[in-house]
């Protein structure tokens, strides 16, 4: 499991608490009114960490309830009868499998983690054990075996009920767990299952298929939720899609275009001051060389260099070989660019000359990044990214895990790398273990750009015509920017407060990110 689930922790999820009290066994009557402190403390400790809890329900209700927005699922059960017979809201005898099935079942909940947390430690003196038997109760449904399900399931030994004096302290000790911080369900499951094996003769049975890693957390309101980013400003110039942007300063940037253009804009005075024309085919990638000098890669196979004073192409990079599909600057000299043809090739700028060519991909390279330290990460349509080393030029790392190709790439810090993916997805990576350390989930179309606002939030543009704003501490999309009416397949930041958009509307965005 080394992925972790993507949750929305400002609102996380609904649990629901089932309570039986059916005189099917031979049970303690005092225990039913002590169901009451159980429930409060799930109330408790589960509505502080934002859940919405529902307590009173049928199985009509969970049945026709909306999922669409939760993240999770959490289920109790708390009996001291029949697994078989549970009692719903509406008076029916109803069979806790039908419960589970009604939440499994549920499409809105497909690859969402599923808990389901049963507690029948004040079963007494029961004289039809198989009705409660774990193995029987589980093992003959093919619906429990799925992924993205936990069921933890308690009861005591021999089946005999002890005396619970005040609650049942199976429900107490992951309750107190959760609130003193032991927040990863591994590491709840596991001082659950040594507390009781040491202080009391619960028995407890695990049937585990979540596919990744889950936390409980507190939302960190410390976070840029509340922020409202609005669109200051709208360019329109170009007849085609947008596909990159570079900022020269605060009030100019640099536009590429599928028109063949390149344009620049002044934000002060919002208008295009120039135009430049040459390329024969789609602009597909721009970098500042110096305050004056702009690279441009064409799907015309060349790299043209533009002097912004004199406005002009000073130089020409251009080879039967360059089939440009982006390009990373690694020095003031060397230029590394990722081409159609599966290849990797780093150029001399000032010699117009290729000086290597790196070839491990299996499909064309949509993306580069410059990882400092001598490292280069890409991105490829063979669905991998690969991390080059720039002393060797070699390959020390390929780092996998997105199902389709993989069109951008970000670096975070000095360990971690992000990535955006045809598969909807983003990716945080440590560049070094090759580990994937979560996936960020919520878009609806390719994620075609990504750009990293400051240390704890990152902007992404999709196929389905939005920006996301990330929180990384708390792995949560925290706001959503639409305007854009077609892909916004580049973006780029000036000082952490101005995010430019590009589109295939044709238009650039300009967005405000202070409060």
Not at 71 to 81: D, E, K
Not at 187 to 211: D, H
Not at 342 to 371: A, G, P, Y
Not at 451 to 475: E, R, Y
């Amino acid at each position: 499991m080394a992925n972790i689930y993507s949750i929305n922790y400002s609102k996380p999820g609904k649990v629901f608490i089932l309570v039986s009290s059916c005189p099917i066994f031979n049970f303690n009557p005092e225990n039913s009114s002590k169901f009451n402190i159980d429930i409060e403390l799930i109330e408790k400790t589960f509505g502080n960490l934002g859940y919405v809890i529902h307590k009173n329900t049928s199985l009509d209700e969970i049945q026709t309830s909306n999922f669409s927005n939760d993240s999770c699922v959490i289920v109790f059960i708390l009996s001291n009868s029949d697994l078989e017979k549970l009692c719903d809201y509406n008076g029916k005898n109803v069979c806790a499998r039908q419960f589970f099935e009604a939440f499994c079942q549920n499409e809105q909940l497909r690859n969402k983690p599923k808990f389901f947390f049963i507690d029948a430690t004040r079963v007494k003196n029961a004289t039809r054990m198989k009705e409660i038997d774990y193995l029987d109760f589980f093992e003959k449904k093919e619906e429990f075996k799925q992924n993205d399900v936990l069921i933890d399931y308690a009861i005591d030994e021999n089946f005999q009920s002890h005396n619970h004096s005040t609650s049942s302290v199976y429900i107490s000790k992951i309750c107190n767990l959760i609130n003193d911080q032991c927040h990863e369900i591994d590491q709840v499951l596991l001082a659950v299952n040594n507390f009781v094996l040491n202080e009391s003769k619960i028995k407890i049975y695990v049937k585990n298929g979540l596919r990744k890693k889950f936390f409980f957390k507190k939302y960190d309101n410390l976070s840029d939720k509340n922020k409202k980013y609005s669109c200051i400003k709208t360019f329109e110039g170009h007849a085609d899609s947008v596909c990159c942007l570079q900022f020269i300063d605060q009030n100019t940037l640099v536009s590429g275009s599928d028109d063949c253009s390149i344009k620049i804009w002044d934000l002060n005075h919002n208008t295009c001051v120039k135009t430049f024309t040459g390329h024969t085919n789609w602009v597909l990638c721009i970098v500042l060389l110096n305050n004056f000098t702009i690279a441009s890669g064409s799907g015309d196979n060349t790299i043209k260099i533009w002097d912004l004073e004199k406005n002009t192409c000073v130089n020409l990079l251009e080879n039967e070989t360059i089939l440009v599909r982006c390009f990373q600057l690694i020095d003031k000299n060397r230029l590394a660019i990722g081409n159609e043809d599966f290849t990797i090739q780093v150029w001399n700028i000032e010699k117009k000359t290729c000086l290597l060519t790196l070839d491990e991909h299996k499909d064309s390279v949509r993306c580069l990044q410059n990882l400092g330290n001598n490292l280069l990460a890409s991105g490829s349509c063979d669905n991998t990214i690969k991390i080059w080393s720039l002393i060797n030029f070699n390959c020390v790392n390929t780092l996998r895990g997105h199902k389709y190709s993989v069109w951008c790439l970000e670096i975070l810090d000095e360990n971690k790398l992000a990535s955006g993916s045809d598969d909807f997805t983003i990716k945080i990576w440590n560049i070094f273990s090759a580990d994937c350390i979560c996936t960020l989930e919520g878009h609806t179309n390719s994620v075609w750009c990504l750009k990293l606002i400051n240390n704890d939030l990152l902007a992404s543009g999709s196929g389905d015509n939005t920006i996301k704003i990330w929180d990384l501490k708390n792995k949560i999309c925290v706001n959503t920017l639409e305007g854009h009416i077609g892909s916004v397949c580049s973006l780029q930041i000036f000082g952490n407060q101005t995010l430019a958009s590009g589109s295939d509307d044709k238009t650039i965005k300009i967005w405000s990110l202070l409060s």
